[in-house]
């Protein structure tokens, strides 16, 4: 498979004909015996590619017809191509290694777009391949004709049509090198049928050279020295940690960094898992649902620096009450995202993972005990709020439970929404690639499908998929691949019959008016779905139940489990920062939101 | 941008190198449409360096917001080059064809304010004159605002293309 097919057509020739002229002119053409189809799958493999999502249709049957003979590539049936982005998706969030995706032509095609729009969002390596008719009859309207390089244009990284089947390894190689080098981010290579079905020679040439794209990674040395000196002589400082600090894996050195120098650190949503929460630097998450003390700090604080972190309005709140008196570091690999919405005093353009360890050799442990008291204060004053325990399931109460069982080591993967934030708030994350959500994007039916990907990948690991009724309900269909290919997801499904967030909202925005947020009754029943598809269904109505359930559920290895856990239907999410308000204007509870 | 002081508005001359393919050029384009940002002009031409063009962007914005842009046109993965040549002596030049009535005045002194353009007659009709003018964009609006009274009857402009002068001394040979 990996070996060039030229050297097994040379051979086959010398057997059959003697060496003339002719034979040897013959011996040339033959050596084109890979179609083009050949040449994608023998690049995948070359590439290191163990899994794919797909999903066959016209365009891309050679494609399939390959792969009918190939063993090496676990080709994952998903049953609906958004799904195959999302578990795309989850598998590189828990890997780093890029997911990959074929889908066949036009609605193939765009039925990925919500995919790779969540992925663009969260910068996550993406390959995806789609069919496309043929090049002789592009832009004739042709039956499942969709320009996908069009409608994908501005949620890729970058795109391409290939109309010549001799660039097509090329292509591919290109296209895994951009989704994963630099600031990563989903890439689409579109294939027209011909492409597929010509046939051209596989090199094996592995060196890819983009002249244009050339990340900076080592940050700028004379900034580098500007923040570890402001940072040593800090009163007050903080370390905003996001997404990229995964992405770009420098957990250990963001860790080791604010240990060496005490100084407190958030993380945002995409960031939960680059700072173990265990560690009492650790000040949890910050942002609209963050906890108090973090956002609280990021007020206050008088030296921030943002890594790999793109000051998000989530995380912001209203701008001009963000942190008002801090001077601003800001690490990112890509330059786009510095001063983009807060302007910052040092602007490193580098990969965390070798600019943290360079400030760390010139920064000192600034002296900062009564900051920490301060922190300390405010923690002890405003912890996050949990319910009261009594007999009834309170979200919060949920997700505690959910840590505990796991003790803190399973991958949890979620939908979008109050479970998402709750998710966020009472898991202890304390290791990386172990929290996967949709954060940019904020797209409903990601979970389940990410969850898969992400059990795929980490056979290993406990995956659970905390969703919530709505979201489940978007990509539910996947129960069938799930059981099918005895991914072992164990979906904990936080019941409250109705869209809570949006109800929230409405409650606390639109003087309680629920507008279509409140499912009631009409929710299906979700162990009998679970038991129709051949899957574990179970449920629990009280806290017993639910650590039955639990302890029950993480037994079970080869198939997926759904846990119907009847919450506390009117629980809101708090701490809040109302949309427009300042990140110091936190509301704790309903009755102070009145 | 709530944090920073809001520089005045400018008019700011881009020019960027990029491999050239229509894909390039549209996602290009897409940086503005789909991120709000200005755009005034846009030139797309070959470059004499085979598989090469460049694009010639006049945009408005303040430094924050052009400092973006750039940002955004460098994260296209195949623009290999971004001038901003607003700050930087350079070589600006526009051409419009403008196509202007005779009725009013007759053909002599429409003809004297094309003299006074350097503009060239390129058609005849009439009642007509066709004016080929080249220059930067303030010359060619002050051909245009002149002309305006005795009545414009069509016109078509290229928008600027620009490069940088290889001298950066102080002359001024514009």
């Known amino acids: 498979m990996k070996s060039p097919n030229t050297s097994s057509t040379a051979e086959t020739s010398a057997h059959t004909t003697p060496l003339t002229a002719v034979a040897k002119a013959s011996a040339d053409a033959s050596a084109l015996t890979d179609s083009g189809a050949d040449i994608l799958i023998k690049t995948l493999a070359d590439l290191g590619v163990d899994t794919i999502f797909g999903y066959p249709g016209g365009a891309v049957l050679p494609v399939y017809d390959t792969l009918f003979d190939n063993h090496e590539l676990n080709h994952v049936l998903i049953r609906h191509e958004q799904a195959g982005t999302h578990a795309a998706d989850g598998y590189a969030r828990a890997t780093g290694k890029p997911g990959v995706v074929l889908a066949t032509s036009g609605p193939g095609g765009t039925n990925t777009v919500t995919g790779i729009a969540t992925a663009m969002m969260d910068s996550i390596p993406l390959v995806v391949f789609t069919g496309q008719v043929p090049t002789s009859v592009i832009g004739n309207d042709a039956f499942q004709e969709a320009d996908i390089v069009g409608i994908t244009r501005p949620i890729t990284k970058q795109n391409y049509l290939v109309r010549d089947v001799n660039d097509l390894e090329h292509v591919i190689r290109e296209a895994f090198h951009i989704a994963t080098k630099g600031r990563p981010g989903p890439v689409l290579v579109d294939l027209p049928k011909d492409m597929l079905n010509t046939k051209a020679r596989f090199s094996g040439m592995k060196k890819v050279e983009i002249p244009s794209f050339k990340p900076t990674v080592n940050g700028h040395h004379p900034q580098i020295a500007k923040a570890a000196e402001m940072l040593s002589n800090a009163k007050k400082p903080l370390i905003y940690v996001g997404g990229g600090a995964i992405l770009g894996e420098a957990w250990e050195e963001v860790t080791a960094f604010a240990e060496r120098t005490n100084i407190p650190v958030t993380t945002t949503l995409m960031g939960l898992g680059a700072f173990p929460e265990s560690k009492p630097q650790s000040l949890g998450m910050l942002g609209m649902h963050g906890t108090w003390y973090a956002n609280m700090a990021m007020t206050e604080c008088d030296v921030l620096i943002a890594v790999g972190a793109r000051f998000d309005d989530r995380v912001t709140g209203r701008l001009d009450g963000f942190s008002q008196n801090s001077r601003k570091i800001h690490i990112d690999i890509d330059p786009s995202c510095i001063g983009k919405n807060v302007a910052v005093e040092v602007p490193i353009v580098g990969d965390v993972k070798r600019v943290i360890p360079a400030i760390d050799k010139l920064a000192s442990p600034p002296e900062i005990s009564e900051w920490w008291d301060t922190i300390h204060t405010w923690q002890k004053e405003h912890p996050l709020v949990v319910p009261k325990a009594d007999d009834r399931i309170y979200p919060q109460h949920m997700m505690k439970m959910i840590s505990e069982v796991t003790e803190g080591n399973a991958i949890v993967v979620t939908d979008v929404g109050q479970h998402q934030m709750w998710a966020a708030q009472h898991y202890n994350y304390n290791h990386p690639r172990s929290w996967i959500s949709s954060g940019g994007l904020g797209t409903m039916g990601y979970g389940f499908p990410a969850a898969m990907g992400a059990a795929l990948a980490c056979p290993d690991r406990d995956v659970v998929c905390i969703t919530g009724d709505g979201g489940f309900q978007m990509s539910s269909y996947e129960l069938a691949t799930a059981v099918e290919y005895k991914i072992p997801v164990k979906i904990a499904l936080m019941n409250n019959n109705c869209l809570g967030m949006v109800r929230q909202w409405q409650q606390l925005f639109y003087q309680n008016r629920t507008s279509y947020s409140v499912f009631g009754s009409n929710n299906p029943d979700f162990v009998k779905m679970a038991e129709c598809y051949g899957a574990v269904g179970m449920r629990a109505t009280n806290p017993a139940e639910m650590r039955q359930v639990l302890n029950e559920a993480m037994k079970i290895k080869d198939g997926p489990v759904l846990m119907d856990f009847r919450v506390v239907e009117n629980e809101n999410c708090y701490p809040m920062v109302p949309s427009g308000a300042a990140l110091n204007e936190m509301v704790e509870s309903d009755e102070e939101c009145k | ?174």
């Open chain 2, 1 to 174: 941008m709530s944090t920073t002081t809001i520089t005045k508005d400018s008019r700011h001359t881009l020019s960027v190198l990029v491999k050239h393919n229509l894909n390039t050029f549209s996602r290009i384009i897409g940086i503005f449409s789909g991120k709000g940002f200005e755009l005034e002009s846009v030139t797309f031409a070959s470059e004499a360096e085979r598989g090469m063009a460049r694009i010639t962007i006049t945009t408005y914005g303040n430094e924050e917001t052009v400092e973006q842009i750039n940002k955004h046109l460098h994260n296209v993965i195949d623009v290999l080059k971004v001038t901003d040549l607003t700050h930087k002596k350079c070589i600006e030049r526009e051409l419009a064809i403008v196509k202007v009535s005779t009725a009013k005045v007759g053909r002599p002194e429409i003809m004297l304010i094309a003299q006074a353009f350097k503009a060239k007659v390129i058609d005849i009709t009439a009642d007509k004159l066709a004016l080929e003018v080249t220059g930067n964009t303030d010359k060619v609006d002050a051909m245009i605002e002149v002309l305006k009274p005795y009545g414009i009857t069509e016109m078509s402009r290229t928008g600027s293309v620009a490069l940088k002068r290889e001298f950066q001394g102080a002359v001024n040979i514009n």
